[in-house]
């Protein structure tokens, strides 16, 4: 999230986000902040503080495109990238509308055919990154496939640990190897308001205050000015 | 017999819906069906609860893809689906309905035809929910069941319509019809759903609460007040 809060900070424009399977509030924010041009993705939600706002209005405005998928399509897709392969077969979804707008799924024997999809980047948040360039993400082995799939992968981290955590049974079936790690940056609780599990709980008052705050322009903004946009208070309160 | 909240009702008509079944997978903020499963996890101690998001002890450490790969291979036998529309012919819309934007289609358009007993659960009662044909279909397949704010349908294979099995305490057939957008079959006298009895009410409020307390606070909180999380140490293994 601290990255999100950047790119925001910076500006950026004309993004094109993937969301591995779903988005949430980064990609809320973004959208908001007019950072974003495209969406591709199972959907766009803040969980249990319901709906994703600026996503909401931006679609109902139509400013921003929307490639709507399912969640294991997008894991396919990005299994395929990291297999090297054009594209894979997947089960079910054959009577969603989803088939006809993605004009570039199709349906062959029986089955969803979708193409690989290789992200330009892929960037996510780490407990760890270690001496030799390695980055652990434990269980979230999603963070894994778009990094094998991304043709660059940027990783902020919690902590940096000594040594190379290759060499260690216990830690190396959930690090991601240097490989294919482009880069990375240290962002102590850059997580925030989200988990680090391990590390720090999730912050649901403020994805709460989030969500009330982002449901109109005016709050939007002010949340902005408070959160992101001063550097002092951009950052976990903790 | 002691006053109980709606929810408390709905996860009892759930955790009814669940005899015979192995393993569910709760998707994206639930915490009824949740609810529901748990309790029925407190009466059969070999069925198996996998929450999606769960925060502490995930099950899946494949990734979010896990999930999907187990469906796939029928090791899932019940998943609960919601929608922003449900049709008469089950299908369910998460996309966009009346001119406005929801979050997406998630997993649904491969979970509902992949896993063999759907239910649809939706709280909302409404014409605007429930229609005679969505706008957008997420995802079709044969659902188990559907269960509302004010009644429970099962679904009639041969006929491919909902029946009304029985209608909740505070409504009735006529509010029933009133508010049902489709066509249904519906029986001369349809009975009561059956309320919570007091030992489904103690290990909702005990137990069961603690469970969701850790996964959805929010929801824990305005039900049961302070829930207490569960201790680390999860019952969910059979």
Known sequence: ??????????????????????????????????????????????????????????????????????????????????????????????????????????????????????????????????????????????????????????????????????????????????????????????????????????????????????????????????????PKKSCSPA | ?????????????????????????????????????????????TFRVSLQQRRAANPFTEGSRELFDLAGQGRIDVFFLGGAQIDGEGAINLVRADGKRFPGSFGSAYMYPVVPRTILFREEHSRRTLVPKVEFVSARGTPAALLTGKALFSWLSDKRCFRLESVHPGSSLADVKRNTGFDYDAPQYAPQTAAPDEGELALLRGPVASEIAVNYPEFAGRIWGSARPAAPTHREQP
């Not at chain 1, 990609?27 to 709906?51: K, M, N, P």
């Not at chain 1, 989200?194 to 322009?217: E, I, R, S």
């Not at chain 2, 079944?21 to 915490?31: F, L, T, Y």
């Open chain 2, 1 to 45: 017999m002691g006053t109980y909240a709606k929810e408390e009702l709905l996860a009892c008509v759930i955790a009814r819906l669940l005899g015979g079944a192995r393993h569910a997978a709760i998707g994206a903020s639930s915490p009824i069906p949740a609810a529901g499963a748990f309790l029925h996890q407190q009466k059969d101690e």
């Open chain 1, 1 to 230: 999230m601290d990255v999100v809060r950047a790119l925001v900070r910076r500006q950026a424009r004309n993004l094109r986000l993937l969301g591995v399977p779903i988005l949430g509030m980064g990609a809320d924010l973004l959208i908001g902040a007019g950072c974003v041009a495209e969406v591709e993705t199972s959907a766009v939600s803040l969980g249990e503080a319901g709906l994703a706002p600026r996503f909401t209005e931006a679609v109902q405005q139509r400013l921003i495109k929307v490639k709507d998928a399912t969640c294991p399509a997008i894991h396919t897709a990005l299994q395929a990238a990291e297999k090297g392969v054009p594209y894979m077969p997947l089960a079910g979804v054959l009577g969603s509308d989803l088939v006809k707008e993605r004009k570039d799924w199709r349906v062959e024997s029986g089955l969803l055919i979708v193409p690989a999809l290789r992200p330009d980047v892929a960037l996510f948040h780490a407990r760890w990154a270690d001496e030799a360039g390695n980055v652990w993400v434990g269980r979230r082995r999603e963070l894994a496939t778009a990094a094998h799939a991304a043709r660059s992968t940027l990783v902020t981290y919690e902590e940096q640990r000594k040594g190379d955590m290759l060499e260690d049974e216990l830690l190396a079936p959930g690090v991601i190897s240097s490989i294919y790690v482009t880069a990375t940056a240290a962002a102590p609780r850059g997580a925030w308001p989200f988990a680090v599990p391990g590390a720090y709980a999730m912050d649901d008052a403020h994805v709460a205050l989030y969500a009330k705050a982002a449901k109109t322009q005016e709050g939007f903004r002010r949340y902005l000015d408070e959160w992101v946009l001063t």
